[in-house]
Structure formats: C-alpha cells, structure tokens
C-alpha cells in the first residue's frame, strides 16, 4: 500500500490525462473524470459510466455528462511503490477513456490495458 495525498493522487491523475494525444482528447465529448474515494466493490480501480461515442445516434441530446471515477484509495491499496501508483493511475485512465470510446474490456485485455 501506497500512502499518497488526495492532491497529489489528483495530479498524478491529470498528469495520465496529459499523456492522452490531444486528437484522441478532442473527440472526448459530455464526459466528467473525477477522482472519487472508494470503489462502489472492491477491487475496482475506475468506473465508466456513460453512453459510449459508439452508441450516441441522432436521438443523443440532453443526456448528463458521461462520468469516469478513478478510485484513490483502491489504487494506493494495490500499489507498493509510488512507481506503481503512477502507472496504474495511467493504465486506469487510459482504460476509462477507451470505454467512452467504445472499447470493451476483452478488446482492452487483447492490447495489454487490462
């Protein structure tokens, strides 16, 4: 377990986001990231919760911004160094992003995201 401020853990979290190509972050549309303390079960490190760009049609309006959470807490828990930490927050956002997009955790497990 890692101990590492809730500051310091929502920088390393932009810090993931900065490393996303901007023309992948300019198609990102209504969607929120937001760093939340505690999973909804254990073990889960990032929540997307949306409608994926894949399934927006032209009926897709007036919808709440898609919510991504990275889980502060479950991250440091799994973590031994703060090596570690830095590299699962970037795995977990980068995991998160690509569900808005429209990829599934086997396609994510294929490209060694998992």
């Not at 810090?15 to 901007?22: C, N, Q, R």
């Amino acid at each position: 377990m890692v101990e590492l401020t809730r500051g310091r853990f929502e920088e390393l979290v932009a810090e993931a986001l900065d490393t996303i190509p901007g023309e992948l972050t300019q198609l990102m549309d209504n969607v929120v990231i937001t760093v939340s303390e505690s999973p909804p079960e254990p073990g889960l490190l990032g929540l997307y919760e949306g409608v994926p760009l894949t399934e927006r049609g032209e009926g897709y309006f007036g919808f709440l911004p898609d919510r991504i959470s990275i889980y502060w807490r479950e991250i440091c828990a799994v973590c031994a160094t703060p090596e570690d930490v830095v590299e699962q927050v970037r795995i977990t956002v980068v995991h998160e992003i690509a569900h808005h997009f429209g990829i599934d955790d086997d396609r994510l497990h294929e490209l060694g995201w998992g």
